[in-house]
């Protein structure tokens, strides 16, 4: 049997320090179901200490959602610590997931510490947040850019103290994929302690190479947990995207060898709940997600695809939740299939006429194209004015 891929969605908390991505308990609540659907291993609810909603969303979800385990954020000092671990004490499995700043400008500039003393509070940490639970993991902040020989001692410091994930932030995007991976390959190759742990990635998207170093570090690194969110969100340009990783590890199995969990036909709900949530509409040409993902619009493809899907398709639309034939859309199909497809697929409309005036796109649609698939109704709603995050026009 195949080795498993760990996938750690932080969504509801580095996903929510998308400026602008700030989102209530309840909203918080509809992603962390949505999640568990999914099959996610670990759902990081937020960051308990760091305000009283907060410390709210993460307890109603640790009541509520009982097949992921459930973590919380909590910098390396005490009262975060023991704010971390009453938010989570309803979760039938939670952790605690603490971390410090290891590059030289970080523990310079910002902690305003020596790396002596950060050592000993990292390790101080770790130790505190086991007197909880034995699920702690540590993330040395800004590790890409640290010093390795003192990465190593403070993270064999660590895993000494009892944590179970080593989880490699590259804070700033600031990795490339050779070197990020060959980062994870060294730690694990020289800290005399790491099989006690498991080695974890976090990467942002500055670069536009979150994706990219994550999967980089699983194959060569030896990574097994990746830390992402559900359309990429998170702060600044973003995280890893969850739906990108996932697919990829699973289309690639000949090439990656790693089982994953993860629910992939509830890829697209997710996907359209958080940005009906946030606010954040997905880019058409978005991978896996997009409006346009699985759309063929050239006759040589369109012909092709015809003949032979996989001519140019490497995954199935109904695969991660494009589901195209539960309702077939056609020329014929009325305005109820066609407002409870869309129902389905979570699309919402403001008005009657908004309805109607995207089912008169559709009907236009329909009488050049046999069945319009799910995509295709998607993009074609969303170019109407009345799609809104609200309720759904009844
Ligand atoms: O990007 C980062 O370094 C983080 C850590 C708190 C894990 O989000
Ligand atoms: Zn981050």
């Known amino acids: 049997m195949a080795e498993q891929l760990i996938i750690f969605d932080t969504t509801l908390r580095d996903g929510e320090q998308s400026p602008g991505a700030s989102m209530t308990k309840e909203e918080k609540l509809r992603i962390a179901r949505q999640l568990e659907r999914m099959r ?4 990081e609810a937020g960051f308990a200490a760091s305000s009283d909603g907060d410390f709210q969303a993460v307890r109603a979800i640790a ?6 385990i459930i973590c919380s954020l909590a910098r390396a000092n005490e009262r975060d610590i023991s704010r971390a671990a009453e938010a989570l004490q309803p979760a039938s499995r939670f952790r605690i997931h603490t971390f ?4 030289p400008l970080h523990m310079e500039k910002k902690l305003r510490m020596s790396p002596d003393q950060v050592y000993e509070q990292a390790r101080r ?3 505190e947040a086991r007197r909880f639970t034995d699920d702690v993991e540590f993330s040395p902040e800004d590790a890409s850019r640290s010093d390795m020989d003192f990465l190593c001692r403070v993270l064999e410091g660590v895993i000494a103290e009892g944590a179970t994930t080593i989880n490699v932030p590259d804070t700033v995007g600031y990795a490339m994929p050779e070197g990020y991976a060959a980062l994870i390959r060294e730690l694990r190759e020289r800290i005399p302690n790491s099989d006690r742990a498991v080695f974890s990635v976090h990467c942002h998207d500055d670069l536009g190479l ?5 999967l980089a570090a699983v194959k060569s690194g030896g990574a097994r947990q ?5 359309n990429g969100l998170g702060e600044r340009a973003g995280n890893t995207a969850l739906e990108e990783v996932v697919m990829a590890v699973k289309t690639r199995r000949d090439h990656f060898d790693l089982d994953v969990r993860v629910d992939t036909s509830q890829i697209v709900a997710a996907s359209q709940l958080v940005s009906e949530i946030t606010g954040f509409a997905v880019q058409p040409n978005k991978a896996v997600v997009g409006a346009n993902a699985f759309a063929h619009a050239s006759g040589i493809h369109q012909d092709g695809v015809l003949k032979a899907r996989d001519t140019y398709e490497i995954m199935r639309a109904e695969d991660v939740g494009w589901s195209a034939n539960r309702i077939v859309l056609g020329k014929l199909s009325g305005r109820t299939a066609f407002k409870q497809r869309l129902r389905e697929l979570g699309v919402m409309m403001n008005s009657d006429a908004e309805l109607n005036a995207a089912f008169a796109r559709f009907k236009a649609l ?8 799910d995509v295709a109704l998607v993009a074609l709603a969303r170019q109407g004015e009345g799609v809104n995050s609200g309720s759904m026009h009844p």
């Open 40 to 43: 996610v291993d670990v759902i």
């Open 210 to 214: 979150a994706v990219a170093n994550s």
């Open 366 to 373: 329909a009488d050049r194209e046999a069945i319009v698939s």
């Open 100 to 103: 410090l700043a290891t590059s």
């Open 125 to 127: 940490a770790v130790r």
């Open 63 to 68: 009541s509520e959602v009982k097949d992921s």
């Open 226 to 230: 990746i830390e992402c969110t559900i």
